[in-house]
């Protein structure tokens, strides 16, 4: 079955800094890649996702990149601000004919400092 | 359009109790998760369905039941509760769509805790 690898498992960093999230999977069959982020109580979210037949997504201060050949996808969140504090998962996910499972990375939890 | 429900959302049990955990969605969505969320363990699949009376195993089935006798609703079991099923425990749906996104939509949680 599929496995998700994500890094780190904390990030801290300066507000206006950068942060970059890794993840990697196993299972060459997926071909979505959601990022969920879960504030400190609340449930998770989409915030953005990619399909495998896109190498880059961006939406304003967030972009995704995914390496379909090296199993590797990653979340980039530029000019951080304090509301960016949160727990960020990463997932893939094969689409089925009986549907399908999202596998989810165990969490980066991100501190932006002020 | 309350979305994903999740009843009670707080749960005290001691060892050996049983209780239901309702999940209840009115996005007419066809597929129907739970989850547990452990401190640096992520989100663990438990059940799923992809359908009303369909069920099927995630990642850690073991001492949880679900059924889904109706579409909108999906309902966690523990027949024998044990410690190591102290968690936060979080329902979602969703539907694959023309684009087949398999995008989550979770309920607010249930925190339980087992004595």
């Known amino acids: 079955g599929e496995n998700v690898e994500q890094h780190p498992s904390t990030l801290s960093v300066q507000e206006g800094d950068s942060a970059v999230i890794k993840c990697t999977y196993s299972d060459s069959a997926s071909n979505y890649f959601p990022w969920y982020k879960q504030e400190l109580g609340k449930r998770p979210q989409l915030i953005i996702d990619i399909r495998s037949n896109v190498g880059e997504k961006k939406d304003q201060r967030i972009a995704v990149t995914l390496n379909k050949t090296a199993k590797h996808f990653s979340l980039h969140i530029t000019e951080t601000q304090p509301e960016d504090s949160a727990v960020y998962f990463c997932a893939a996910s094969a689409a089925l004919g009986l549907g399908s499972q999202i596998i989810f990375g165990k969490g980066t939890r991100l501190h932006i400092l002020p | 359009n309350a979305g994903v429900t999740q009843t009670p959302k707080f749960r005290v049990l001691k060892t050996g109790q049983s209780m239901t955990l309702l999940c209840a969605q009115d996005m007419n969505h066809e597929y129907m998760y739970w989850y547990r969320q452990d401190p640096g363990m992520g989100l663990r699949l438990i059940h799923y369905?992809?359908?009303?009376?369909?069920?099927a195993k995630g990642e850690v089935p073991d001492g949880y039941n679900v059924s889904r006798l109706k579409k909108q609703n999906f309902l966690l079991g523990l027949e024998s509760a044990a410690p190591s099923q102290t968690s936060v425990y979080f329902c979602?749906?969703?539907?694959?769509?023309?684009?087949?996104?398999?995008?989550?939509?979770f309920g607010a949680g249930t925190r339980l805790s087992v004595l």
């Open positions: 979602a749906s969703s539907y694959l769509g023309v684009e087949a996104k398999n995008i989550q939509y």
């Open positions: 369905s992809v359908g009303e009376g369909t069920t």
